[in-house]
T-cell receptor
Framework: DTEVTQTPKHLVMGMTNKKSLKCEQHMGHRAMYWYKQKAKKPPELMFVYSYEKLSINESVPSRFSPECPNSSLLNLHLHALQPEDSALYLC????????????FGQGTRLTVV | GIQVEQSPPDLILQEGANSTLRCNFSDSVNNLQWFHQNPWGQLINLFYIPSGTKQNGRLSATTVATERYSLLYISSSQTTDSGVYFCAVLPGYNFNKFYFGSGTKLNVKP
């Protein structure tokens, strides 16, 4: 099983809403990632968790709050987003370390209105 | 950080044609992957290829790590091959951060 599952697939939220994106994997991976992708651009790294600890935060605004409750789950809590935050949000997982293959979920397409 | 450049940025093919996509990177890498992003946004793993040559059906890939480039070959292209192809690398100095190239957008016409 090389599947990373993200929910929901689509999300429309207002600027005052609070919502969460979820990501789950059962490959035994201990590194999990959030990426943001705008149209016609490559994915941009937001956060990396390694062994359930936040190891990289790419200077992401605090309105995005990641959480890794256990080794299989990764959440991204959203609050007071702006329309420019509308994008495809991708979750990925891999084994930590240098010889590792990453697998991506199908993404959550977020629209902020 | 490491620079990853892909070429060409756009490619239009007739069905049945062959193509070669290139990925250049500016520093040594521990990992290189090729992905196909379908129209729904999912990144599909094509190859994990830090060095050497691999083949999977009509697709093959070669990475020459010492010369810092990788090639993705698509033979007998089909309309379902359309989409964006990304290469992503894991540099030798950072085991947790994958760097993506800007992608090659492929359009295969029937």
């Amino acid at each position: 099983d090389t599947e990373v599952t993200q929910t929901p697939k689509h999300l429309v939220m207002g600027m005052t809403n609070k919502k969460s994106l979820k990501c789950e994997q059962h490959m035994g991976h201990r590194a999990m990632y959030w990426y943001k992708q705008k149209a016609k651009k490559p994915p941009e790294l937001m956060f990396v968790y390694s062994y359930e600890k936040l190891s990289i935060n790419e200077s992401v605004p605090s309105r995005f709050s990641p959480e890794c409750p256990n080794s299989s789950l990764l959440n991204l809590h959203l609050h007071a987003l702006q329309p420019e935050d509308s994008a495809l949000y991708l979750c990925a997982s891999s084994h930590p370390g240098k010889n590792t293959e990453a697998f991506f979920g199908q993404g959550t397409r977020l629209t902020v209105v | 950080g490491i620079q990853v450049e892909q070429s060409p940025p756009d490619l239009i093919l007739q069905e049945g044609a062959n193509s070669t996509l290139r990925c250049n990177f500016s520093d040594s890498v521990n990992n290189l992957q090729w992905f196909h992003q379908n129209p729904w946004g999912q990144l599909i793993n094509l190859f994990y290829i830090p060095s050497g040559t691999k083949q999977n059906g009509r697709l093959s890939a070669t990475t020459v790590a010492t010369e810092r480039y990788s090639l993705l070959y698509i033979s007998s292209s089909q309309t379902t091959d359309s989409g964006v192809y990304f290469c992503a690398v894991l540099p030798g100095y950072n085991f947790n951060k994958f760097y993506f190239g800007s992608g090659t957008k492929l359009n295969v016409k029937p």
